[in-house]
């Protein structure tokens, strides 16, 4: 063969080599091909252990329901019924024991998050009504005017 074609086969075969090589080292022990199946055969095994001591945060909407019946109804009720209560107030997997009131966050970016326009024309996301951050009443804390709990814009 002619050099110029053997030369960067070389580079090509000792690049393949330090790859193989360097995977002997980065790789965990433990990876490795489990169970045998289409999805999710190549994993971590420790990795499961990991993932049943990981400790769930969320409690979801339901669990509020007895002790804050009032927020939960309006919330129901609303367009915002598709929200988590977390979403906005954190995780509460040990409240009321721990934290014994879960954080109240009234800054602008907690709404903008979600309201912000954001005109992508495949997602669901374009679908929430939006508003300009800059120019829909700056300076002013939107649960001002709006109620978390209750957002629908009928009767305005
Ligand atoms: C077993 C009853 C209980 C459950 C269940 C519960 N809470 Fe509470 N929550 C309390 C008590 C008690 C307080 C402290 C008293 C208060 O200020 O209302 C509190 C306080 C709060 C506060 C702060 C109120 C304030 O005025 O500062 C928020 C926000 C809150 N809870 C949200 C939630 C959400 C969201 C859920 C569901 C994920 C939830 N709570 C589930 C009993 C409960
Ligand atoms: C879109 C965000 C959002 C969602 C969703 C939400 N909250 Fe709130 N919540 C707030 C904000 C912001 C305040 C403070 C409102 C204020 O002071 O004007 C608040 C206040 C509260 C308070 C204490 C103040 C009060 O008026 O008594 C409780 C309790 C509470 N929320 C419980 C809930 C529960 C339970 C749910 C679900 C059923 C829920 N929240 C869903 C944003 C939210
Ligand atoms: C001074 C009061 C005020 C404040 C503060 C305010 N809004 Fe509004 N918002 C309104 C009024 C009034 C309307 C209905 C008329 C309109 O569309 O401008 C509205 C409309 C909306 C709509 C519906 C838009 C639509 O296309 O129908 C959304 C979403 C909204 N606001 C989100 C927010 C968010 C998020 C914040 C904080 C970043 C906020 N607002 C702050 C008064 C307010
Ligand atoms: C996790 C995402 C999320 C967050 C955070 C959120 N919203 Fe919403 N909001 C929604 C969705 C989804 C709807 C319903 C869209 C629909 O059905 O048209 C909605 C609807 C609304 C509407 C319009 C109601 C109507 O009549 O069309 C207003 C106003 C609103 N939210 C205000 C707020 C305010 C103020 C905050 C902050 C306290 C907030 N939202 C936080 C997702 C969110």
């Given at each position: 063969m002619k050099s110029h074609v053997l030369r960067p086969l070389?580079?090509?075969?000792?690049?393949?080599?330090?790859?193989?090589?360097?995977?002997?080292?980065?790789?965990?022990?433990?990876?490795?091909?489990?169970?045998?199946?289409?999805?999710?055969?190549?994993?971590?095994?420790?990795n499961e252990t990991e993932w049943e001591n990981f400790k769930v945060k969320f409690r979801t909407k339901s669990y509020c329901?007895?002790?804050?019946?009032?927020?939960?109804?309006?919330?129901?009720?609303?367009?915002?019924?598709?929200?988590?209560?977390?979403?906005?107030?954190?995780?509460?997997?040990?409240?009321?024991?721990?934290?014994?009131?879960?954080?109240?966050?009234?800054?602008?970016?907690l709404c903008i998050r979600c309201h912000a326009y954001l005109p992508y024309p495949t997602s669901q996301r374009a679908k929430i009504k939006g508003i300009n951050p800059e120019e829909h009443n700056p300076d002013m804390e939107c649960v001002m005017c709006h109620n978390p709990h209750k957002p629908d814009m009928e009767g305005w």
């Open positions: 070389w580079v090509v075969i000792v690049v393949i080599g330090l790859i193989l090589l360097a995977r002997q080292f980065i790789v965990p022990p433990d990876f490795g091909v489990y169970e045998r199946g289409f999805m999710y055969g190549y994993h971590r095994k420790s329901k007895d002790c804050h019946p009032d927020k939960y109804e309006s919330n129901m009720s609303s367009k915002h019924r598709i929200i988590q209560c977390e979403n906005c107030h954190g995780p509460a997997i040990d409240h009321p024991e721990n934290p014994p009131k879960l954080a109240i966050d009234k800054n602008r970016s």
